[in-house]
């Protein structure tokens, strides 16, 4: 059983930066492809980014591309998410996700889910 934590949300001006990290417990990370998702209130959970377990290959959805960055610390079973040039419509809470199997920005994907972080952009 694979344990997800997230941290790193908080208030922020737009325009500012985040950095949110995912540390993973209970399996071997470097097999496990991971993936950030966000839910704003009122609307369903929406695909962020993702990065491949094998070759850390990444893919973005159009709203964050050039402004979030996907990466991952193998040796500190840690995926982050850096975000840059935050916008009030980036206002979420934010939820790391693991795949047993490939990556994908589909959320039926993943098998495990972090209990999110919460990051207000304020303008």
């Known amino acids: 059983q694979v344990q997800l934590v997230e941290s790193g949300g908080g208030l922020v001006q737009a325009g500012g930066s985040l950095r949110l990290s995912c540390a993973a417990s209970?399996?071997?990370?470097?097999?496990?492809?991971m993936g950030w998702f966000r839910q704003a209130p009122g609307k369903e959970r929406e695909f962020v980014a993702t990065?491949?377990?094998?070759?850390?290959?990444?893919y973005y959805a159009d709203p964050v591309k050039g402004r979030f960055t996907i990466s991952r610390d193998n040796a500190k079973n840690t995926v982050y998410l850096q975000m840059n040039s935050l916008k009030p419509e980036d206002t979420a809470v934010y939820f790391c996700?693991?795949?047993?199997?490939?990556?994908?920005?589909?959320?039926?994907?993943?098998?495990?889910w972090g209990q999110g972080t919460q990051v207000t952009v304020s303008s």
């Open positions: 990065i491949s377990r094998s070759f850390g290959s990444t």
């Open positions: 209970g399996g071997t990370f470097s097999s496990l492809s």
């Open positions: 996700a693991a795949s047993l199997q490939f990556w994908s920005r589909s959320s039926n994907t993943y098998n495990y």
